[in-house]
Structures are given as structure tokens and as C-alpha cells.
């Protein structure tokens, strides 16, 4: 294995007990990544149909490529499950983004099917 091969991590984080400002000296940058964990369950389905995508067009002999892609996509399910569970906490504490997470979950369907 070379330093740049891929290596599925294996993270489960407990939001039990997690803070909407979990970062006190910095509420905007508490808020910021709290925005990015709303936008990251739309985003990484996509990203990972978008690989299925590539992989398909990949020749047969490029099984590295293709382990690769494989990778990248359990690691993009896992941060969908971390980002799931995290927003579970923003939900209780009021954001109320569901409409924002359906317009965006649009857009990219509509970039798969439009766009390809």
C-alpha cells in the first residue's frame, strides 16, 4: 500500500451530548459547519452517483481506478451517516431547513438527469 492509497475510515461520533455552538470563541464558524452539515446529505448521494457514473465508463483494466471509486464511495456513505446523525441535533435546536434540503436535493437530481 502506497501513502496515497485510499483507506476506508471507520468514525462514529456520539452527538448526544453536542452543542450548536460547539466552537464558543467562534459562533460563525460554528455556524458555518453547521450550514455544511445541512448541505453534506444532499451533496454526497450525488457525489456518489456521479462515481458510479465514472466507474462505469472505466476499462476493465483500470481495477485500481475502480477499488478506488468503490472506496470513495463507502467513505462519502459514512459521512452522510455522521452528517445525518449530527443534524438530528441542529433539528431539535430549531433549524428549520427542510425546504432549503429538498430544493437542494432537486438541483442535483436535476443535475444527473440534465446533465449527466
Known amino acids: 500500500m502506497s501513502d496515497m492509497d485510499l483507506q476506508l475510515r471507520k ?3 456520539d452527538f448526544s451530548d453536542a452543542k450548536i ?4 470563541a467562534g459562533p ?12 453534506a446529505p444532499s451533496l454526497e448521494p450525488f457525489l456518489i452517483k456521479t462515481m458510479r457514473q ?3 465508463r472505466l476499462p476493465e ?3 485500481q481506478l475502480r477499488r478506488d471509486v468503490d472506496l ?3 467513505q462519502e456513505g459514512r459521512h ?19 425546504q432549503s434540503e429538498a ?5 442535483y437530481e436535476r443535475f444527473l438527469t440534465r446533465r449527466g
Not at 451517516?81 to 431547513?97: E, I, P, Q, S, W
Open 11 to 13: 468514525v462514529d461520533i
Open 21 to 24: 455552538h460547539w466552537n464558543p
Open 28 to 39: 460563525e464558524f460554528s455556524h458555518l459547519f453547521n450550514a455544511f452539515s445541512i448541505l
Open 54 to 56: 465514472f466507474k462505469e
Open 61 to 63: 483494466s483500470a481495477e
Open 72 to 74: 470513495f464511495n463507502s
Open 80 to 98: 452522510y451517516r455522521m452528517h445525518m446523525k449530527f443534524n438530528k441535533v441542529l433539528y431539535a435546536a430549531g433549524y428549520d431547513t427542510a
Open 103 to 107: 430544493n437542494l436535493k432537486a438541483d
